[in-house]
């Protein structure tokens, strides 16, 4: 039986795959989300990853440490490579 | 692909406007784990934000006292700690109920995503700190350490006051309280 014999079924048909298809993509990207994260350790490195750190911060901060004594600004790392 | 011309991230002269290369180094390397670690425990991009402000200023102030014991990372994340658990404590005195405006949890998503997986990314960060929030401290502050895969056992240990047996058992109950109440927060 071809699907051009029955052409109203086959729309309603096609709508009802359309649909499925359409949750089955909603259900495969849950899936995947869900898959990725097999513990809460994975979850929040994945949540760490996704961050972003405002920029913000660093342009206060570059104001804020202009204001700091130049030998606080240098460390053991100075002493240890000779810098 | 990095061109070897440039050399090590160790620039010569202070990049960036920073005051010297030491702390643009130190900021690049570490910003996001302690960023993070002030986002996901106090639960508030804006404290968050204030909190790594003023976690990396004190640690450019003490940063000729440091003498390398402990990893940057270990020391940043000490002085983080001690930072957001007195913010905490001032903030449980004042306020009950911590503001989660949408807005403010743009920041959890990266700019450049799609706008489905910002929508995907905002969508799961607020599900996780759902979930943290329902935690006690001490577990919530484990599982983010736990989750910084340059921490051992050791360090973590370490850092919260524990043996790293003690820090073992813990997290084999935080893991499963975090599960539980994820699972409840779809």
Known sequence: ?83 | MNDPAEGPELMESPPGGWPSDEIASLYEQHSRAIFYLALRFLGDPQRAEDATHDVFLKAFRKLDQFRGESSARTWLYRIAINHCQNIQQSWHNRHIVANSDDAVWDHSAARTDSPLRVLETKELGQRIQNTLDRLSDEYRLLLLLVADEELSYEQIGALVGQSSDAVRGKLHRARKAFAAYFEKTT
Request: positive net charge; without cysteine; hydrophobic residues 35%.
């Open chain 1, 1 to 83: 039986m071809s699907m051009k014999q029955q052409p109203k079924f086959s729309q309603q048909q096609q709508q009802r795959q359309d649909e499925q298809q359409a949750a089955g993509h909603t259900n495969r990207q849950q899936a995947e989300t869900a898959r990725e994260f097999a513990s809460a350790e994975e979850v929040l490195r994945f949540d760490a990853a996704s961050t972003t750190v405002p920029p913000e911060i660093a342009q206060r901060l570059k104001a804020s440490a202009a204001s700091l004594a130049p030998g606080q600004t240098k460390s053991w790392w100075r002493n240890l490579f000779g810098r």
